[in-house]
């Protein structure tokens, strides 16, 4: 596609509930990043893919968060019992992975508000 | 361990005023720099990147920045501000490690007033 793109744009949840994010990434693009977006935190970055692989999951806050990508292309995170302090925005970014140096392509966002 | 800094949380110029926007890192070994920008609702926007060679980089919209790597800076700046350059900038740091996270700065909320 033309771009990253990110769906629900919005969701709202009630504490407890399970949610579900879904990331598609720019065609050829085999890596793959998640960020978590909170007032006044910057970027917090939750994991990496390089292809289905996962090399870096070291940002993901909890055993309640998970993520799986499957054919090289889209990529699910999903929020396992939501609590009200998972209420962020969750951005998905994509990138030619043929250095650290590449640009990361941003998706416009999920706002996840748990209520 | 790899971190960057944006000391100011806000910056406020005056149209037509040259802006500078302030980013520090610590990085082990040569670092890649990068800064983005975010305009109100809407996504993560790339302005420009170090990677080597030339340390004044230019990028989009007429911003630049200098890789200064005495004082392990990479400030955001721009001759002329204009209005529609109020947004939320971030800068981000990676070692030149492909399996090393990049590490995003806090963000610095840029306001020009007309």
Do not use: F, I, V
């Given at each position: 596609g033309a771009g990253v793109s990110q769906s629900p744009s919005n969701k709202v949840t009630e504490k407890g509930k399970d949610v579900e994010l879904r990331c598609d990434p720019i065609s050829g693009h085999t890596a793959l990043y998640w960020y978590r977006q909170s007032l006044g935190q910057g970027l917090e970055f939750l994991i990496y893919f390089q292809g289905n692989s996962a090399?870096?999951?070291?940002?993901?806050?909890?055993?309640?968060f998970s993520a799986e990508r499957t054919g090289g292309s889209v990529s699910t995170l999903t929020i396992q019992r939501t609590q009200q302090e998972d209420s962020a925005v969750y951005l998905c970014a994509s990138s030619l992975?043929?250095?650290?140096?590449d640009t990361q392509y941003f998706g416009p966002g999920t706002r996840l508000t748990v209520l | 361990a790899q971190s960057v800094a944006q000391p100011e949380d806000q910056v406020n110029v005056a149209e037509g005023n040259p802006l500078t926007v302030k980013c520090t890192y610590s990085v082990s070994g040569n670092p890649y720099l990068f800064w983005y920008v975010q305009y109100p609702n809407r996504g993560l926007q790339f302005l420009l990147k170090y990677i080597t060679g030339d340390n004044l980089v230019k990028g989009s919209y007429g911003f630049e920045a200098e890789f200064n790597k005495s004082q392990t800076s990479f400030h955001l700046k721009k001759p002329s501000a204009l209005v529609s350059d109020s947004a939320l900038y971030f800068c981000a740091v990676r070692t030149m490690n492909r399996d090393d996270k990049i590490i995003f700065g806090k963000g610095t909320r840029l306001h020009i007033l007309p």
């Open positions: 090399p870096d999951k070291s940002g993901l806050p909890s055993d309640r992975p043929t250095s650290g140096a | -």
